[in-house]
């Protein structure tokens, strides 16, 4: 039960990351980097990522959790590399791309570990995952906003949006080699 609650742990934490990067800083990265100062604009950009992500997770509910948080996971990391490559670049396009694929994925990440924690934990620990769970992911929405705007005024937007971005795509590969390993063919789910 602990190692398949700090997968979910590590996926909701991963998710809520990128949802505060995008809260707090992707109006400042549109500003800076891609010289698109207006407002409206950068209130629309943050509310594209919201908006496909709650589309998301009305959609995926359909499907069993496993599959929608592998997706999620995996479309997490191309996510990460296209708003990478969009600040790299500077690029508008790329970085709208990445916010669509952002909110995919964040929106069945959060809908698929949130099922998988609360499916796993045996009944009377139920409380305690599901609120584990939601530490960590609150945690996720707060921590990595605070460290990278603090790393930004030391070695810039960029670096510090890039060592977040690795960051994640660990927790992301942490949490895929878990889940694959949980539901391993043969295996008790629930002796984890």
Known sequence: MVRSTASAAAAGFSAFSLLGLFSALAPTFLGTVMHEHSHALQGAVVFLLFAVGTLTQLVASRFPSRPVVVAGLGLLLAALALIVAA????????????????????????????????????????????????????GGLTIPVVGVGVAAGFIGDFPAVLALSILLAGLCIFALASIAKAFTPGRAVMSQ
Do not use: D, E, K
């Not at 690029?91 to 990445?98: E, S, V, Y």
């Not at 809908?111 to 599901?130: D, H, Y």
């Open 87 to 138: 600040l790299a670049q500077a690029a508008i396009t790329l970085f709208l791309a990445g916010t669509v694929v952002a909110g995919v994925a964040v929106g069945a990440v959060f809908l698929g570990s949130l099922a998988t924690a609360n499916r796993l934990a045996p009944p009377g620990r139920r409380g305690q995952a599901i609120s584990t769970y939601f530490v960590a992911c609150y």
